[in-house]
């Protein structure tokens, strides 16, 4: 799964559990972005905070881990290139899975040599309240073709939001891992 996760909060999380358990993942590796282009509404906090929160949010499940790969990468990354990386490293593109929200999966078509796609992975999304489901069919068969829509619980938050409640102070407890929280509070992210 990856994501800016800036911060990675519980509706990343249920939508990763819930694809792993439907469709019986052995991992989930949770790829946090490089430094995002495509995100200039605000300043995006340092790869390595966003590393660091998606770490502590994932330790101790067994099945998870966290990638460096996009934060690694040295030049501009695409999805496209790491789905590439993960099957040079020997998974089938059979047994890959990528998996995205809703809004994410609608935009496809803008991502570069989003055409691979789906030759090297299946896709996979889930629901976000706020996107229509609706909206999949205006995707290009050959989309559709390599997409599994899950249903899951519905957790309307958002990381913008997350940011903006630490911003004024307001609580973002439970919205977070309790870790991920600690984390925020004490390196003062967010905070203007
Ligand atoms: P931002 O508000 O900064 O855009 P975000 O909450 O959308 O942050 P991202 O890191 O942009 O989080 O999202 C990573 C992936 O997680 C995307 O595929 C997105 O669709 C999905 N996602 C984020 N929040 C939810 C949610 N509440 N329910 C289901 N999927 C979600
Ligand atoms: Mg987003």
Redesign the pocket.
């Known amino acids: ?6 911060p990675i ?1 519980y ?2 999380l ?2 990763a559990e819930e694809a792993r358990r439907f469709l019986n993942l052995e991992r989930l590796i949770f790829v946090p972005t490089g430094e995002p282009p495509h ?1 200039r509404d605000h300043k995006v906090t340092s790869c390595e905070d966003r590393y660091a929160m998606t770490l502590l949010a994932t330790a101790g499940v067994l099945e998870y881990s966290v990638s460096r790969i996009e934060i690694d990468r040295k030049e501009a990354t695409h999805t496209v290139d790491t789905l590439r990386e993960f099957i040079r490293s020997g998974i089938e593109p059979r047994d890959l899975y990528f998996i ?5 999966i609608l935009s496809i078509t803008s991502w570069f040599e989003y055409e691979k796609i789906p030759e090297l992975c299946t896709l996979v999304t ?1 629901r ?2 706020g996107y229509p489901v609706s909206k999949i069919d205006s995707l290009p068969k050959f989309i559709r073709d390599k997409l599994e829509y899950i249903e899951i619980p519905q ?6 939001e997350i940011r903006q409640r630490a911003r004024d102070g307001r609580g973002i407890r439970f919205l977070v891992p309790h870790l991920v929280e600690i984390y925020i509070e004490s390196n003062n992210l967010y905070r203007s």
């Open positions: 799964m990856g994501g800016t996760f800036d909060h509706g990343h249920l939508a995100k995205t929200g809703l809004d994410a889930a976000r309240p957790f309307a938050i958002s990381s913008t």
